[in-house]
Each structure stands twice: as C-alpha cells, then as structure tokens.
C-alpha cells in the first residue's frame, strides 16, 4: 500500500507542476516554491517509436509511469529526449532510481538506468544512456537496472513489479528466489511478526511464527501476552482463565492486593490476616488468631461483630 507521502510524489508528476518536454528543455528551468527536480537526458540509438520513464524510492514508486509520445505514430529519431521532472522539496537528500526503457511496437528493445540524490530548490541533471534492454520479468538480471528478477511481474513477493528488491527480502539466482528476512523488522510473505530479534519465549518465535498465548502488532511487531487464557507467560503474575477483575487475577493478569494465586490456570485465595477483606471472608483483624471475634478462617465468631478493615471486632 502506498503511503500518503509516497501519493503526494505521484500527484506532482499529474498535475501542470510536472514539465513534459522533448529535447530541447530551457536551461533557465524555474522551481517554483516548495518543489525540487531533475533535467533528464535520454540517448539512445535503437529504432524505437516510445520511450517509458518511470522512478522509484526504495521499494516504492517515485512517481507514474510516463510513455512518450501516447499514441506512437512513427520511429522517433536518434538522438536525444530530455524531460523535467519536479518533485516536493520535502524529498530533499533522498536518492531516487530513474529507468529508461526504448519501445518499439510496445516490446522493450532497449533501457538505462540512473540514481540522483534531490537537491531542495534546484533542478539537476541526469543522463541515462540507453543500451541493452532490461525487460522485467524474464528471470535475467540487467546489472546496473535490475536487483532482481523472478520471471513475474508481480510485487509483494521479494522482488517488484520493475525488478527492486523490497523491503524485508532476500532474494538471489536467475530467476531470483526470494525469501523472507526474519528478524528485520518486517512482516512479509508467510511471516505471521517480525520483533526485529531471532528469539523465541518473547512472543514472536525465531521463525517470525506467533507463539501460543500471545498477540503481536505492527512492524517491528510489538508483543504481549494474552490475559485470560490460564497460561502465565511475559510480564504476566497470574492467569485464572478469565478477564473479570476482583477474583485474585485483575483484567491484566496482575495478582491483586489481598490475595494469592497459584498454578496455570491461576487459583486464588485471599489471605486471611493481611487486614483486607476479600472474597468469601468475613472479617480480617490482620492476625490469624481466633478467639478475638474474628477466627483464624476470617469468619465472624459467635457473639461478636466485626466492621471495618482491618476489622475491628466488639463482643
């Protein structure tokens, strides 16, 4: 999925901010405020009758793909075709990857690629010198275009639909095998969290698999235990089973005062003698002496009444 920042970069390239020329661009290019760019020079010398430009940050796209001319009417001559590409000056210092690809009758005879870092407030040059075509998808790797190639052109599987690398992959071989890196911070392919670690009893297994009784979220996953399925794991003091707070287990798995709890499910007592009264006690004078109105089992004895906590008893 795209994000809002990376939307906004395809926005400029649809909007009359982005400058569309042949060769032949002014040399005195203007910025206006809060945008940067890029005067690209293409060459090539194959007979084409299209050329595709297309970008990216990263694993993600720079801005749409542009074709030029639309509607081939022709072979274009040899030589030369330049364009200027502006981007949002909030894109300053970052690297974006420019590609070339020449088409004739729509099949790719001929590509180049290049990397530019973008200067805020300025338009810089580039060139690209089209040669060999790299076309995406065959299972060849283009050195110096492609990082990879799977023999699809799919993304979201370690290798992109213009032949990156993604981020949270690995991929190698012609075609490109791509796995998974567990560990990285990403959940990609079949991985169910990545904690950014390779070890296990944290939640996130050394697999990148869930482990029984916890829940992770986000990317680096972040893990906690489940409360309330009478497994005590993490940061967990108890766990009877339940959510219900008041029982010696609160809602958080967090033994509560006045109480003591044992075992997987968690079994809860009060503690008779603490001064608090809780569950079935009726009165808790903090000894566990009987005789005194409250008996050592922190119930009411005969003739006696007992309020208060601790509880303090009266014949």
Same mark, same amino acid.
């Given at each position: 999925?795209?994000?809002?920042?990376?939307?906004?970069?395809?926005?400029?390239?649809?909007?009359?901010?982005?400058?569309?020329?042949?060769?032949?661009?002014?040399?005195?290019?203007?910025?206006?405020?809060?945008?940067?760019?890029?005067?690209?020079?293409?060459?090539?010398?194959?007979?084409?009758?299209?050329?595709?430009?297309?970008?990216?940050?990263?694993?993600?796209?720079?801005?749409?793909?542009?074709?030029?001319?639309?509607?081939?009417?022709?072979?274009?001559?040899?030589?030369?075709?330049?364009?200027?590409?502006?981007?949002?000056?909030?894109?300053?210092?970052?690297?974006?990857?420019?590609?070339?690809?020449?088409?004739?009758?729509?099949?790719?005879?001929?590509?180049?690629?290049?990397?530019?870092?973008?200067?805020?407030?300025?338009?810089?040059?580039?060139?690209?010198?089209?040669?060999?075509?790299?076309?995406?998808?065959?299972?060849?790797?283009?050195?110096?275009?492609?990082?990879?190639?799977?023999?699809?052109?799919?993304?979201?599987?370690?290798?992109?639909?213009?032949?990156?690398?993604?981020?949270?992959?690995?991929?190698?071989?012609?075609?490109?095998?791509?796995?998974?890196?567990?560990?990285?911070?990403?959940?990609?392919?079949?991985?169910?969290?990545?904690?950014?670690?390779?070890?296990?009893?944290?939640?996130?297994?050394?697999?990148?698999?869930? *482990?029984?009784? @916890?829940? !992770?979220? /986000?990317?680096?996953? +972040? %893990? =906690? $235990?489940?409360?309330? #399925?009478?497994? &005590?794991?993490?940061?967990?003091?108890?766990?009877?089973?339940?959510?219900?707070?008041?029982?010696?287990?609160?809602?958080?798995?967090?033994? *509560?005062?006045? @109480?003591? !709890?044992? /075992?997987?499910?968690? +079994? %809860? =007592? $009060?503690?008779?003698? #603490?001064?608090? &009264?809780?569950?079935?006690?009726?009165?808790?004078?903090?000894?566990?002496?009987?005789?005194?109105?409250?008996?050592?089992?922190?119930?009411? *004895?005969?003739? @006696?009444? !007992?309020? /208060?906590?601790?509880? +303090? %008893?009266? $014949?």
């Amino acid at each position: 999925m795209i994000s809002n920042k990376l939307f906004f970069r395809a926005l400029i390239l649809v909007t009359p901010w982005a400058l569309l020329c042949s060769a032949g661009c002014s040399e005195k290019t203007t910025v206006e405020q809060g945008l940067t760019g890029v005067r690209l020079l293409i060459r090539y010398s194959e007979n084409i009758d299209q050329i595709r430009i297309s970008g990216s940050l990263g694993d993600e796209p720079a801005f749409e793909t542009t074709t030029w001319p639309e509607s081939p009417s022709k072979p274009l001559e040899e030589g030369e075709y330049s364009i200027v590409i502006l981007f949002p000056e909030t894109l300053n210092g970052e690297t974006v990857t420019l590609r070339a690809d020449g088409l004739r009758q729509g099949e790719v005879v001929t590509s180049g690629t290049t990397s530019i870092t973008i200067m805020g407030g300025e338009i810089i040059d580039a060139t690209i010198t089209m040669i060999d075509p790299a076309i995406c998808g065959d299972g060849i790797i283009r050195e110096g275009i492609e990082e990879c190639d799977d023999s699809n052109s799919t993304s979201g599987d370690g290798c992109s639909d213009t032949c990156m690398l993604e981020d949270g992959w690995l991929c190698s071989g012609e075609p490109s095998e791509c796995e998974t890196v567990c560990g990285d911070g990403f959940v990609r392919g079949d991985e169910e969290c990545d904690d950014t670690n390779s070890i296990n009893g944290d939640g996130c297994s050394d697999s990148c698999m869930l *482990e029984e009784g @916890w829940q !992770c979220n /986000g990317e680096p996953s +972040v %893990c =906690e $235990p489940i409360c309330g #399925d009478g497994i &005590i794991r993490g940061g967990k003091e108890c766990d009877d089973g339940n959510s219900t707070s008041g029982d010696g287990c609160s809602a958080n798995c967090v033994v *509560e005062d006045g @109480w003591f !709890c044992s /075992g997987e499910p968690s +079994v %809860c =007592e $009060p503690i008779c003698g #603490d001064g608090l &009264i809780r569950g079935d006690e009726e009165c808790d004078d903090s000894n566990s002496t009987s005789g005194d109105g409250c008996s050592g089992a922190c119930k009411v *004895e005969g003739g @006696w009444h !007992c309020a /208060g906590e601790p509880s +303090v %008893c009266t $014949p």
